[in-house]
């Protein structure tokens, strides 16, 4: 399969390039030349086969024979090592949990298979050593460097701003060491984020280092995104129509399923909650796309003014506003409202949401409501509660349990460099 830009200025390239590249050389996001289908075999025969084989049935068409079909299978059988579990909580509401890997987010999926694609390419090519450069705020740092640890021929460079991650998050990223290593940045999320894209461009560092990056851009971490989709399908069997509500940031979730969709997995409806942060259900109840700055909330893995994702989406839909918005909708909620929902629904069903998983709750209500047909709705749990300690209700905060591997990770000691500036990292990269 190739990939073209979507900046248009770019040639296509494979899947290879495509992942040791992250980004196109015109700046564009790479997406796939074509859109292959399902198999009509494989359709009929869902609900009998295994998360592992829709998995793999459904990304190799994307591959091709650039990773052979036994490690392609180890890949994804690696990459999907823990369930994904799909439990009612209320009539007409399910939730899908995507907090059961190893750093408790949905981005582990996309940063196992990530690293492992990356790892073979790097066997096979007997190139020099690959850097990964991430900015986080949170998520995606931890899942990277998980993802990512002991990879042959591999290096991560994480920065994440002083202060402002919690202290699990901090750990997830700093007590590896090895081939990761933790930069603590003396600012904020944006900064850390400006810092790595001057990298990128930054013809020195280029030079000495191929880098690559592990945001979802990056195809291998996005299209993977859609195996958690083909799960919950198969665990609601073929009863109503399913509609998705998925708790929305930089939208690489939400388009992989979108993706999936596109392939024929039946699927009716997508549902996009965001936090203060909205500038996609202002767009889809109507208004222009207007990029803004983002804001904090208590939901930050979804502080993002200004999704990445979002031109692949509209690309899904062949730059058709009018049959996007078919297929949206979209809806946002303060930090109050997600704060109440958590402690109403804990109420109601001894269900604990997390702040991003609520807004998806949230989300999901808001479009049940009033709604006349009959749809069976399944909003996304994209973190573990024990995540968001800080700024979860006071009183639910002792009915969480703290999971095994949290608890040996808070003992574990940090390996972190502090920076204050570009030049700091930069003479770190040329080192
Ligand atoms: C990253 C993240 C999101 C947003 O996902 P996108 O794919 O960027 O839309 C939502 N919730 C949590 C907990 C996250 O870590």
């Known amino acids: 399969m190739n990939y073209i830009s979507l900046n248009k200025k770019a040639g296509a390239v494979s899947f290879r390039e495509a992942v040791v590249r992250g980004l196109a050389p015109d700046k564009g996001l790479y997406y796939p030349e074509n859109i ?8 009929s025969n869902f609900n009998n086969l295994s998360d592992q084989e829709l998995a793999l049935n459904a990304i190799r068409p994307f591959i091709g024979d650039e990773i052979p079909a036994t490690r392609l299978s180890t890949i994804v059988n690696e990459t999907l090592s823990f369930p994904f579990p799909v439990k009612q909580v209320e009539e007409a509401i399910s939730v899908l949990e995507l907090y059961h890997g190893p750093t408790l987010a949905f981005k582990d999926v996309g ?75 003396d600012g904020t999320f944006d900064d850390c984020q400006a810092m790595v894209k001057q990298a990128f461009l930054d013809a020195e560092i280029l030079e000495k280092r191929p880098m690559t990056s592990a945001n979802s851009i990056n195809v291998a971490r996005w299209m993977p995104q859609m195996f958690y989709y083909l799960s919950a399908v198969r665990q609601m069997g ?30 009716h409806h997508f549902i996009t909650g965001t936090n203060a942060n909205k500038v996609v259900p202002d767009y889809l109840s109507g208004g222009i796309y207007y990029p803004k700055p983002s804001v904090a909330t208590i939901s930050n893995a979804m502080d993002v003014g200004d999704p990445s994702n979002f031109i692949r989406i509209r690309a899904l839909y062949d730059f058709d506003e009018d049959l996007l918005k078919s297929w949206m909708s979209g809806y946002s909620f303060n930090d109050e409202q997600t704060l109440q929902a958590i402690r109403k629904l804990y109420e109601a069903e001894e269900y604990l949401m997390e702040p991003h998983g609520a807004i998806g709750y949230l989300a999901l209500k808001s ?5 006349k047909e009959t749809v069976q709705g399944v909003f996304l749990e994209t973190a573990h509660p024990v995540k968001f300690l800080d700024v979860m209700p006071k009183e639910l905060v002792e009915k969480i349990e703290i999971p095994a591997p949290i608890k040996q990770l808070i003992q574990k000691p940090a390996h972190k460099t502090g920076i204050s500036s570009y030049a700091d990292l930069k003479s770190i990269l040329l080192d």
């Open 36 to 43: 292959p289908m399902l198999s009509e075999e494989l359709l």
């Open 111 to 185: 940063a196992r298979f990530m690293a492992r694609c990356l790892g073979f390419f790097n066997e096979t090519s007997g190139d020099e050593k690959i850097t990964v450069l991430v900015a986080t705020s949170g998520d995606t740092g931890g899942a990277v460097a998980d993802g990512f640890f002991g990879v042959e021929g591999v290096e991560v460079v994480i920065l994440y701003p002083k202060g402002k991650v919690s202290e699990i998050q901090e750990k997830q990223l700093t007590t590896h060491g090895g081939n990761i290593r933790a930069l603590e940045v």
């Open 238 to 267: 073929s009863s109503d129509k399913i509609v998705f509500s998925v708790p929305s940031g930089n939208y690489g979730n939400i388009c992989a399923g979108m993706l999936a969709t596109k392939m024929g997995l039946p699927i």
């Open 367 to 371: 479009f049940l409501n009033g709604l």
